[in-house]
């Protein structure tokens, strides 16, 4: 009695029994990842193990308890493995060599087109060396399974708005003369998670609309300068009450726990803010017969 080898698409191996057992039927999966067509067994046969993989977290160790100080937080670790049972019923990630204890490790057959990507675990290890149990987060695929941060998501972070200065900022400026405005573009770094992997985003900004509450509004990539060197400004023409309102459009992009490339977020999240009201003054210049800043002020000033 010999083992025949059959290659799959992707470097999956299935072994199959030269006595043919009997038949075994196929469910083809409702749902789930596409291109999945059954399982490869590392017994004599290939049979649909997706009622095991139900079991898949009824064994898990319990997650190891730890304080909140910085540096005793854990670190996920991620792996690309093969499925074993172990012998509880429990699933363990085939070792690094790829074989289980009892043979054969299992996982999902696909018909890809791409690489055939092995199930992902992960575990949580602490500062001390001490780690979780691995758990298993799907099922394998075609191609790397990551999550993508949409811009759905992305929007949904709670990007601060960043802080609008205005130049002068007393309470009230003159009409005709420069009023500047200006803002902070430093990125933002936020931490988010998505079907159970840590992601880093940062929100970059990318441009600013200031709308100055008089008709008139500026759209601009810079995000100013000070004077003498400002290039962000405005002038108001009539006397009145105004507030100016700053609008930024962000980029993101985003890295993945355990995956070093940083992705590109698909879309734009935007963030506004309002300045305080302030007046728009028309002042004349005269000659006074005294300083304007004595007490009591002169009557001619």
């Known amino acids: 009695m010999g083992l025949r080898a059959v290659s799959a698409v992707g470097a999956l191996i299935v072994l199959s029994m030269s006595v043919q057992p009997t038949p075994v039927a196929q469910e083809k999966p409702s749902g789930g990842i596409p291109g999945l067509t059954g399982v490869a067994n590392s017994r004599d046969r290939t049979i649909d193990l997706r009622t095991g993989w139900s079991r898949s977290g009824a064994t898990r160790a319990p997650v ?4 909140s100080s910085p540096g005793s937080q854990p670190q996920p670790e991620l792996r690309h493995s093969f499925i074993c049972f172990g012998v509880g019923g429990g699933e363990l990630p085939a070792p690094p060599g790829g074989w289980c204890e009892s043979g054969v490790p299992q996982a999902g057959t696909f018909d890809c087109e791409m690489e055939l990507v092995p199930p992902t675990w992960r575990r949580l290890v602490y500062p001390d060396g001490t780690a979780t149990a691995w758990e298993r987060l799907d099922e394998g695929s075609c191609g790397p399974v990551l999550p993508v941060l949409t811009v759905e998501d992305f929007r949904s972070l709670p990007i601060p708005a960043p802080v609008l200065q205005l130049q002068p900022d007393r309470g009230w400026v003159l009409i005709n003369i420069e009023t500047i405005v200006m803002t902070d573009p430093t990125p933002v770094q936020l931490r988010t998670t998505l079907g159970g992997f840590g992601v880093d985003v940062e929100a970059i900004p990318r441009s600013f609309t200031y709308d100055f509450g008089d008709g008139h509004s500026l759209v601009t990539r810079s995000p100013g300068r000070a004077h003498p060197d400002h290039d962000t ?32 977020v698909t879309g734009t999240a935007a963030t506004s803010t309002t300045s305080a009201p302030f007046t728009a003054e028309e002042r004349t210049s005269r000659l006074v017969g005294g300083l304007c800043t004595e007490r009591p002020t002169p009557p001619d000033c």
């Open 233 to 264: 400004f405005h002038e108001y023409e009539v006397p009145g009450t105004y507030a100016i309102t700053l609008t930024t459009q962000w980029a993101g992009r985003y890295r993945v726990d355990g995956d070093p490339t940083w992705r590109e």
């Open 64 to 67: 190891p308890q730890s304080d």
